[in-house]
């Protein structure tokens, strides 16, 4: 299986954009995508999360118009052109969501172009808002992380949580970000698992799913319902989804000590944990996801779990660096014995936040 590399498409992006539009863009900005460690489905609960930012990204070129049009050309998805307060489908709804939410007014240019890949579970999406966010205002970054949240949960409507826009814009190289959504607290945790000859790989089953309907709806709602109720009415599952809550913040401060005391065979077992919590509690798993992490953890993985939303997307592992072809072509084995197209994979390595460049 190759690596997907995280190339750097700086200068790419302004050759693009000059060839788009005819002249050099005003500003350029690039925010990455994100893996979850651990602490799924919880950052919309006010619960904990263990996210980093991934060496893959999305650029954003942009410069403005004495006009009102906005004119939006991605290298993945074609061309947009309309008005600000248009609601289109697909990707071009993320970038008018951004602008909308960060109150631009007037029109402009964009180009936009990626590494990471779409619709993975990545947070594809939230690197599109924030890349967008951050080339077109001037503001500080920290000010953006609530806009960039709210471009994506009420401007396109996908019910997330906030924990992808957060990392995105306020992670850092070599740390986990720990955020407390319930005090709004956040801590930067080092994440250096080459100390200990190991590392982390994002394995992309190469199954989708869609945030804006369907299954994560289904499941904020059902635990919203869990929280709210009094113990005595809760439903068998209604029981598992609070289970899956409560559990799941306690293993992120669990994993958060562990690594601080170099525990790293426990930092794997709780990220295991986190996924059976997920699979059976949460219900949000699905064959693909359980084959990888099943797979990994049979050949010398010290951890393997799904992460972010489900019913598709991505897994991670944690792997001495030494078994990564061993775990990988074990996974295509497994992917090619079932009949399912062959997986895709990158290296997580804890990597820099959004920046203008
Ligand atoms: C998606 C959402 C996040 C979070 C995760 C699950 O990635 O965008 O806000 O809820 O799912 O942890």
Redesign the pocket.
Known sequence: MQLIPGEDLTAHVREAFAAAFGHQPAALAKAPGRV?LIG?????HGGL?LPIALPHATWAAVRGRDDTAVRLVSTWGGEWHGTLGERPEGWASYVLGALRAIGHRGGLEVLVDSTVPVGA?L?SSAALICAVALATSSAPVEELVAPCVRAESEEVGAP?????QTVALLGAAGHALLLDFASSARQQVPWEPWRAGLELLVVDTRTRHE?AGGG?ADRRRESEDALAARADELSPLHRRRLRHVVSENARVSALVAALHGGDWPRVGALMTASHESLRHDFEVSCAELDAVVDTALAHGALGARMT??GFGGCAIVLSPVGLRDTVLTEISTAYAARGWPQPAALLATASAPATRL
């Open positions: 979850n799924e489905h919880t950052d919309y999360c579970g947070s997330t949580g906030g924990l992808d945030h994560y972010g939303g």
